[in-house]
């Protein structure tokens, strides 16, 4: 007999099946549904998941703002991979009785995909493959990051493993966040300065911060402007930390050399954005976090979590 109703969100590879055995929650009580494609608006999420008591949802890719708390009823249970989610109004949930559960991650998978970013951009690695693909040989001249300055936006656990891929490789390091201290940064092999001296010297800007209220915007035309025609700007962490206007700007007009990007403001990034059609850019889609071991933590705990919760005592329980 059925008792609860289980949704699995947004499974864009339709392996969730892979990483955790969700087929065996029917011997609890749980009819599991996945839903590989996006909702397109809040209006389809709410059509979509009214009837479920339980939502597993990866990373941000759908948002829980207070409006769409309100409108399912049935919901006891949101499970999020990762041990925090920008997208949920954590107090909306908790105002609601809805407990929030967290899962881990792999801390590698981030900052390997920024630094893979950072390479394909400097080397011209895209329009070279292609080239190739298309019979012609050598059509770009690269550039080398030995001997080069990166600048680091949020020193936390991604930006000190930055610092340390940044150093192998024989570059200085510089870092500003609102609260990085000179001796957090020297402990990581970086420099604290402020956030102006950072992308005036840096050759390289990479972001690693949170998004909040706070970061929301933290790069705009006066930052790119500093960075200059010969930077770099790397985002791996979150769309909206760069005003996107500015950026597309500063692009268009040749500010700045170029930039990796693997966030967006908007996602999935819609068909004809100018971002592109710009050749002064290395895009992938949010994939960040997209590797068998950050997959295995993702669905194997979040599997846990909803054992827990239906045992009676749920685990990583994220606070309002």
Partial sequence: MTKFRLAILDDYQQVSGDYAPWDSLPDDGVKVSVFSAPFVSE??????????????????????????????????????????????DMEAASERGIVVC??????????????????????????????LRAGEWQTGVGFELEGKTLGIVGLGKIGKRMAGY??????????????????????????????EELFSESDIVTLHLRLSERTEGIVGSEELRL??????????????????????????????????????????????????????????????????????????EAFEDVKAWLAGDPVRVLGG
């Fill in 43 to 88: 209006e389809q999420a709410v059509a979509a998941l009214t009837p479920f008591d339980i939502v597993v949802a990866m990373r941000e890719r759908t948002r829980f703002p207070q409006s769409v708390l309100d409108s399912l009823p049935n919901l006891k249970l949101l499970v999020t991979t990762g041990m925090a989610n920008a997208a949920i």
């Fill in 102 to 131: 967290g899962t881990g991650g792999s801390p590698a998978a981030a900052p390997e995909l920024t630094w893979a970013l950072l390479l394909a951009f400097a080397r011209n690695l895209p329009v070279e493959e292609n080239s």
């Fill in 166 to 195: 940044a150093k192998a490789f024989g570059m200085d390091v510089l870092a500003w966040s609102q609260n990085l201290t000179a001796e957090t940064a020297e402990a990581a092999g970086a420099r604290l300065v402020s956030k």
């Fill in 227 to 300: 960075l200059g025609p010969d930077g770099v700007l790397v985002n791996t962490a979150r769309g909206p930390l760069v005003d996107e206007v500015a950026l597309i700007r500063a692009l268009e007009e040749g500010w700045i050399r170029g930039a990796a990007l693997d966030v967006f403001e908007e996602e999935p990034l819609p068909a004809g954005h100018a971002l592109l059609h710009s050749r002064r850019t290395v895009l992938t889609p949010h994939i960040g976090y997209v590797t068998h071991e950050s997959y295995r933590k993702f669905y194997g």
